[in-house]
């Protein structure tokens, strides 16, 4: 069983950066795939970033690519989320999610892809 803790989450102003964590407990990220999504009340949980076992690939949604940034440290144990240029729109409870690679190196953008999440992390852009 793999637990997955984020942490980085605050309070910041349009046009600011954070960045989130997703440390794996017990595990390192070597073989797995990790994502990044986010859901706002009411609405569906949705994809943000994934990279891939060897972080040799990653994918965006369209609404991040080009402020967002995922990458893993050395130590392959901490999945990051760098968010530059944030705004209001990015609002929400941000979730890390992995899935062992089962020997097929895919990027997912799906939630039924993944098969351990975090509990989440507030992440509130102010206008």
């Known amino acids: 069983q793999v637990q997955l803790v984020e942490s980085g989450g605050g309070v910041v102003q349009a046009g600011g950066s954070l960045r989130l964590s997703c440390a794996a407990s017990?595990?390192?990220?070597?073989?797995?795939?990790v994502g990044w999504f986010r859901q706002t009340p009411g609405k569906e949980r949705e994809f943000v970033a994934c990279?891939?076992?060897?972080?040799?690939?990653?994918d965006y949604a369209g609404s991040v690519k080009g402020r967002f940034t995922i990458y893993r440290d050395n130590t392959n144990t901490t999945i990051y989320l760098q968010m530059n240029s944030l705004e209001f729109e990015d609002t929400a409870v941000y979730y890390c999610?992995?899935?062992?690679?089962?020997?097929?190196?895919?990027?997912?953008?799906?939630?039924?892809?993944?098969?351990?999440w975090g509990q989440g992390t507030q992440v509130t852009v102010s206008s």
């Open positions: 017990g595990h390192t990220f070597s073989t797995y795939i």
């Open positions: 990279i891939n076992y060897d972080t040799s690939r990653t």
């Open positions: 999610a992995a899935r062992p690679n089962y020997g097929i190196d895919y990027l997912y953008r799906t939630r039924p892809a993944y098969d351990y």
